[in-house]
């Protein structure tokens, strides 16, 4: 049994070539164009989706957009470290602790829980405030 292709005209490797001469102002013209729309790596893509007046969006990187994500993938690690330090803390009140003093230990690890649901809140409120302004 043999595959049949499906014809697809967007999938079709292009094989017609074009070429055109600028003068000098235009050249700069269409720098300045390719660096707005951040293709300058692929001059073809960007001229192929002028002419056909193909949407394309410009993405900009923004250094504090950055170094915002970093921080924050950064907390989320050191939550993720802290909730494994959490568990190993119970499972040791657990085996290395008496009767007595456990719920003395307990108490504490309550009201530490309890300060980081609230920095967990606050960095979540944050992350939200963030939201238009990272357009996530």
Known sequence: ???????????????YKYSFR???EQEIRFRQMLA?????HNRSRFIVKRL????????????????????????????????NNYNQVVKAINSHFSNVSIPRQIAALEQHTRELKALSIEILNLTK???GWLRI
């Open 1 to 15: 049994m043999t595959r049949q292709r499906k014809h697809n005209p967007q999938s079709q490797t292009p094989s």
């Open 22 to 24: 600028l003068n000098e």
């Open 36 to 40: 707005a729309a951040g293709l300058e």
């Open 52 to 83: 056909f007046a193909e949407r394309f969006e410009v993405i900009r990187r923004d250094p504090s957009k950055v170094e915002f994500l970093t921080r924050l993938n950064d907390l989320y690690f050191q939550f993720q470290r802290v909730g």
């Open 129 to 131: 405030q963030a939201e």
